[in-house]
């Protein structure tokens, strides 16, 4: 009997000791009280607390966390009423602040948010609350961080989710937006049009210039080629007058020479006078020189024949 009351003990003080022994795994933390006041704060490894006076309040994990909330209505500048849901990134610095700051540290920071939202989007118009993201999300992780701050919470950053405005508000910025695809498109269409107007017109002119420079490149050549034809002709005529006027030299040279006497050189003239009226013309006029000639020699030639 004693043996069994023994062996009970031992196994529950082996039940109490292991209770008591406590291992914190990595990026948590053990806030531990002590008869109901806060003790100790637990970082990673081994520890031991003691039995029934120790406790461990709150496991607290020290990953950061992101928190997305529902839509919240908010009424901006102009009074257009909107839904906007946001995506909260937040990470617990102190444990002890954040087990014992506020008592439902989630819902805490759903509240701040939505009503942190409603202040900056009452400043702003619907344009640009659609346009200012960046401003907005900036804004309310400024604020955000402040207000937990005091919780044991850093709010890394702050997003936007969803901008939901009005049915009638989307169809009028589809419309608004349709609109201005088809300005844009007619701008582009325009725009391209003018360009081909300007190409073509360019090249039209590109074409004259081109045309107008071949002509006058071909009456150029024209003329330079009428230009040569002329000197070769006005050569070949001066060549041959200085070849008539050598051959008409030779020939008084050589009449000289072998010593003609007058007679003769009458009658090389009417051998002239023949050659030219190489039997086209009808009235030739002789001198009387010429005609004196003849009839001395038609009297040689009866002379000659009585005999």
């Not at 989307?170 to 269409?189: C, G, P, Y």
């Not at 070949?236 to 030299?249: D, R």
Request: charged share 30%; hydrophobic share 45%.
């Amino acid at each position: 009997m004693f043996g069994i009351i023994l062996l009970i003990i031992l196994v529950l003080a082996i039940i109490i000791v292991s209770s008591c022994i406590k291992i914190v795994p990595q990026a948590q933390a053990y806030v531990v009280e002590r008869l109901g006041a806060y003790q100790d704060t637990w970082g990673v490894g081994l520890h031991v607390k003691l039995p029934v006076i120790d406790k461990v309040a709150k496991r607290v994990l020290l990953k950061e966390q992101v928190a997305d909330f529902p839509p919240q209505p908010v009424i901006t500048k102009d009074n257009v009423t909107m839904r906007i849901d946001t995506v909260v990134f937040f990470q617990i610095t102190d444990p002890k602040l954040f087990t014992y700051g506020v008592e439902n540290p989630i819902m805490a920071i759903e509240n701040l948010t939505a009503t942190t939202l409603r202040n900056i989007i009452g400043d702003l118009e619907l344009d640009q609350t659609l346009t200012s993201r960046e401003t907005i999300n900036a804004k309310m992780r400024a604020s955000l961080d402040i207000a937990t701050d005091p919780w044991g919470i850093k709010v890394n950053r702050v997003e936007l989710k969803n901008i939901i405005p009005p049915a009638a508000i989307q169809d009028a910025m589809e419309k608004q937006m349709k609109a201005e695809r088809e300005r844009r498109e007619a701008i582009l269409r325009a725009e391209g049009e003018k360009k081909s107007t300007i190409l073509v017109a360019e090249g039209k002119k590109e074409s004259a210039i081109l045309e107008a420079e071949a002509e006058k490149q071909s009456a150029i050549l024209r003329a330079e080629a009428q230009k040569e034809k002329m000197i070769r002709e006005a050569e070949g005529e001066a060549e041959a007058i200085l070849k008539v006027q050598q051959a008409t030299a030779d020939g008084l040279r050589y009449i000289k020479e072998v010593g003609a006497d007058e007679a003769v050189l009458k009658l090389k003239s009417l051998e002239a006078f023949e050659k030219a009226a190489d039997g086209k013309a009808t009235k030739i006029i002789i001198p009387s020189e010429i005609q004196s000639m003849a009839g001395l020699l038609t009297s040689a030639k009866e002379l000659v024949s009585e005999k």
